[in-house]
């Protein structure tokens, strides 16, 4: 029996984009609202609504709750869409366009591999594909599960962890067009904690009494 604490899916995600941010949000339970974020609630008004359908031969449930045991996450699924065999498909549901910079998408990626994984745990069944569903642009990503996408998982859940464990709020990596559309800018400063570290540094070098 797997006895580790779980983690939200969300986190991994988080992290992904900027472990700062993570650090926020699930550390410091740290949260503000921003027009990004605004639209992104927006966009899963009606997944997060629990349901069950059947459309095109598919069982499709919403809001379903996922977790695994093994790897200690626990979470929700926007959408999976069950194929008539059983096998789960994954559909994170995204505000924005599916032309998304490249590295920022792959942080979605993380969260839907993370989701694969937990169904393949309840289910016993292989996941090796899922989609992510932009809203604006109302088209889908396909996303192909590789063991390159589920090492990262369980690199970036370590890396979690090992905040927790440590209580200690990761330093700030100003990345501009990151930090741009994050809501918590005015929380973390990215740019004062950065003077203040360079400060510091300089002192350091340069008085030997620092």
């Known amino acids: 029996m797997n006895d580790l604490d779980p983690l939200p899916l969300s986190a991994l995600q988080h992290w992904a ?14 949260f503000d609202d921003n027009l990004h974020t605004l639209r ?3 966009v899963h008004s009606k997944a997060d609504q629990p349901g069950v359908e059947v ?15 093994a790897l200690g996450l626990i979470g929700k699924a926007d959408v999976v869409e069950f194929e008539p065999d059983g096998t789960p ?6 505000h924005g366009s599916r032309n998304k910079a490249t590295d920022i ?3 979605d990626d993380v969260q839907l591999a993370a989701q694969a994984m937990c169904l393949e745990e309840m289910t ?6 899922g989609a992510l569903y932009y809203a604006s642009s109302k088209r889908r990503r396909v996303v192909h599960i590789s063991d390159a996408l589920r090492a990262q998982v369980l690199h970036i859940a370590s890396e979690v962890r090992a905040m927790h464990a440590s209580g200690v709020l990761p330093l700030p ?14 929380r973390c400063q990215p740019e004062t904690v950065a003077r203040l570290r360079e400060s510091s540094v300089h002192n350091a070098l340069f008085d030997p009494d620092a």
């Open 40 to 42: 992104g609630q927006a």
């Open 55 to 69: 459309r095109a031969g598919l069982r499709v449930e919403r809001a379903l709750p996922l977790w695994s045991d």
């Open 17 to 30: 984009y900027c472990p700062r941010q993570c650090g926020l949000i699930h550390l410091e339970q740290a």
């Open 105 to 107: 998408a792959a942080c």
């Open 173 to 186: 990596t100003p990345e501009v067009r990151r930090c741009k559309g994050c809501s918590l800018r005015d």
């Open 89 to 94: 498909y994954p559909v994170e549901y995204k």
């Open 124 to 129: 016993g069944r292989a996941v090796q594909e």
